[in-house]
């Protein structure tokens, strides 16, 4: 006797008929082929969104010692260099994410200049993020990350995106300044620790108490960076694609990836099209259809400007 069926039931059902053909498999349920067949495919083809690892992180490294006959401007090569530069310590967290990540070096690390041992932790999150985001990450961050990363014979991350807040904002806004400390006392975002110069000559002295402190400045800004991030979230053109990293399927946010989108705003215009645009009603980030809204024939009968 044929019985109804349905996709939680194919899906209860699947670890019974594991290895079996669509024939067995119908029989054994009391259907038909073609709906066994079809129902199958919806369930192999429905993924849930998986989680887009978007990756907050700072650094601070210690000061070069160089030698050198005046303090005024002048030209500095590279053997007046009398000790390089390390990495003392960094701190990360998932996007939304409760634990936040970090090392330091130990106080014999330290006036060993020997930042090994740390640079493992970040390595191994980098390789596992698909976007990065630090303040400065472009210029300063990621490139100070990579030397050491090369230096200790670590190997190149695998691909991940970078998101660098500094260059937004400069890119957007035109803040008196566009610290980070700044953007977040003016935005009213939560603030990093206050410190100074000393903090950083005392852990290159191997100081234990001034390394935990520079350990709890670390963390601070990436409580900071987070805040910014999402705050300036909205305004960011040419971000990582959220939707498509979580594999998301429908029309979804291009920055965030919610599917909350309001399609009533005016269209995007290019010198050639326009194209249908959308709000996202969760981060607020505005995004387009990838296809134009004008027709074949309104395209075939319309001029451009020269481009010079």
């Given at each position: 006797m044929s019985i109804s069926?349905?996709?939680?039931?194919?899906?209860?059902?699947?670890?019974?008929?594991e290895g079996k053909t669509v024939a067995e498999i119908s029989k054994i349920m009391g259907v038909k082929a073609e709906t066994v067949t079809r129902y199958l495919r919806e369930i192999r083809d429905h993924v849930e969104p998986k989680e887009a690892k978007i990756l907050?992180?700072?650094?601070?490294t210690a000061p070069m010692?160089?030698?050198?006959?005046?303090?005024?401007?002048?030209?500095?090569?590279?053997?007046?260099i009398k000790e390089e530069w390390?990495?003392?310590?960094?701190?990360?967290?998932?996007?939304?994410?409760?634990?936040?990540?970090?090392d330091c070096v130990t106080p014999a690390e330290s006036l060993a200049k020997n930042d090994m041992r740390v640079l493992k932790g970040i390595?191994?999150?980098?390789?596992?993020?698909n976007v990065v985001v630090a303040h400065n990450a472009a210029r300063f961050d990621v490139r100070k990350l990579n030397y050491r990363f090369i230096t200790h014979g670590y190997?190149?991350?695998?691909?991940?995106?970078v998101i660098d807040t500094l260059k937004q904002a400069q890119k957007h806004f035109a803040a008196s300044s566009h610290k980070l400390d700044h953007l977040t006392k003016t935005f009213g975002l939560s603030q990093k620790e206050e410190t100074n110069f000393q903090l950083w000559v005392d852990c290159c002295e191997g100081s234990?108490?001034?390394?935990?402190?520079?350990?709890?400045?670390?963390?601070?800004?990436?409580?900071?960076?987070?805040g910014l991030y999402l705050f300036l979230r909205p305004w960011m053109t040419s971000h990582p694609n959220v939707a498509m990293l979580r594999g998301i399927k429908e029309n979804a946010c291009a920055n965030c990836g919610s599917t909350e989108l309001d399609w009533s705003i005016k269209?995007?215009?290019?010198?050639?099209?326009?194209?249908?645009?959308?709000?996202?009603?969760?981060?607020?980030?505005?995004?387009?259809?990838?296809?134009s809204a004008v027709t074949k024939e309104e395209r075939a009968s319309s001029l451009v400007s020269v481009a010079r």
């Open positions: 069926i349905n996709k939680a039931m194919i899906a209860r059902k699947l670890s019974d008929v907050l992180f700072d650094v601070e010692e160089i030698w050198s006959w005046g303090i005024r401007d002048q030209y500095l090569g590279h053997f007046q390390f990495v003392i310590s960094w701190a990360a967290k998932w996007l939304f994410g409760d634990e936040i990540m970090f390595h191994d999150l980098f390789e596992e993020a190997f190149k991350p695998s691909p991940y995106s234990q108490t001034q390394l935990d402190r520079m350990m709890s400045y670390n963390i601070s800004d990436v409580n900071a960076l987070e269209n995007y215009p290019t010198p050639s099209g326009s194209f249908r645009a959308a709000r996202c009603m969760d981060c607020g980030a505005i995004c387009r259809s990838r296809f």
